[in-house]
């Protein structure tokens, strides 16, 4: 008898066992995960990235074709005149396709999408003619809610007008940069995921549902042999820190086993002045040994490299 009233209890656990599974595998699937608002972090990740990164029609070889330039703008691209605010806006060039959300805008989320098409107008934008988009806030059901706006539409500002206000230095490559990320590989050491775990201490939030909604790829990484990167743009700001680190990176961390990316400088720097990477490394080299004080200069990077895309990159990781 005993023993019988014990196969009962089993009996119920292992039922409620597989039920329990059962319900995971039938119920997850429902969720729609396209009906969870883009944050502003996703809204503006994808429009500064653009569509999708990695191997394409768009950019075959990885060059950082096809991508999208963030501007911090200063000047009315009209007028002329200055802004009381910088604006930052989101300049896709003639040709350029543009991100998943302006495509499919049912991906940016409940009352992103309304927002973005009735006030934003992003179904007006023309690939072919290039658009300049920006992030707005207003209310909608009662919540704030950020989304896309096609300021080519509303305002008239066009890709040409933005850009020749526009400063090289308030211009971003960040799209470029992501494409650099995935070509070279650098998701095999780093992660752009700080973990649900005491990991926030030392590299930042983690994501949140809705941070991701319309990227591609997101690039999480899956192990993780160096520093997170999702906010690296928050606690390490210096160009001229990047500049060194990816040159060499052993210049400001001696035991780094990252490996070096000078090669992404190319042959020109900043001046128009060819590279000469043996005369760098052989001065580098007599540094290491003592016979010289001091480590070579790193050559300044020529605006239109794809070092500058990637730095551009990682300071936009906030
Ligand atoms: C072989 C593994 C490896 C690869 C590949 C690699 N890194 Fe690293 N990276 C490291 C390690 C280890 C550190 C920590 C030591 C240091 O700062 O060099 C680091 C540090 C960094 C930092 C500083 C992080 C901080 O917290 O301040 C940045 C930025 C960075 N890497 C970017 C990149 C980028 C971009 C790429 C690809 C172009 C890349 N890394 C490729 C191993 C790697």
Redesign the pocket.
């Known amino acids: 008898m005993a023993g019988f009233r014990e196969y009962k209890i089993g009996a119920r656990i292992f039922g409620l066992a597989l039920s329990g599974s059962m319900s995971i595998t039938l119920f997850f699937p429902s969720i729609n995960i396209a009906s969870t608002a883009s944050t502003d972090m996703a809204l503006a990740k994808q429009l500064a990235v653009g569509h999708e990164t990695g191997f394409n029609l768009d950019d075959p070889f990885l060059k950082g074709k096809n991508k999208p330039l963030v501007v911090s703008l200063k000047a009315d691209p009209k007028t002329g005149q200055p802004l009381a605010q910088q604006q930052t806006v989101f300049v896709y060039n003639a040709g350029t396709t543009f991100p998943a959300g302006i495509l499919h805008p049912r991906i940016l989320g409940t009352g992103v999408e309304e927002l973005s098409v009735q006030q934003g107008h992003i179904e007006d934008a023309r690939k072919d003619a290039g658009a300049v988009f920006a992030i707005n806030k207003a209310v909608y059901q009662g919540k704030q809610v950020s989304y896309i706006e096609d300021l080519t539409t509303i305002k008239g500002w066009t890709p040409d007008d933005v850009m020749k206000v526009a400063k090289d230095e308030d211009v971003s490559h960040a799209g470029a940069g992501k494409t650099?990320?995935v070509r070279?590989?650098?998701?095999?050491?780093?992660t752009l995921l700080p973990e649900e775990t005491q990991d926030w201490q030392v590299?930042g939030a983690p994501p949140m549902q809705g941070d991701f909604n319309g990227e591609s790829p997101t690039a999480f990484g899956s192990d993780r042999?160096?520093?997170?990167?999702l906010h690296?743009g928050s606690?390490?700001s210096s160009r001229e820190w990047?500049m060194m680190?990816?040159f060499n990176?052993?210049l400001?961390?001696p035991?780094?086993?990252?490996?070096r990316?000078d090669y992404?400088w190319g042959e020109k720097d900043a001046s128009g002045n060819t590279i000469d990477y043996a005369k760098w490394r052989s001065e580098y080299n007599d540094y290491r040994e003592g016979k010289r004080v001091t480590p070579p200069e790193v050559p300044s990077y020529a605006s239109n490299s794809e070092i500058r895309s990637?730095i551009d990159?990682?300071l936009s990781l906030k």
């Open positions: 650099m990320f070279e590989g650098c998701w095999w050491c780093h590299f042999k160096a520093p997170d990167l690296v606690r390490n990047m680190h990816f990176p052993r400001v961390q035991h780094s086993i990252m490996p990316f992404l990637l990159f990682m």
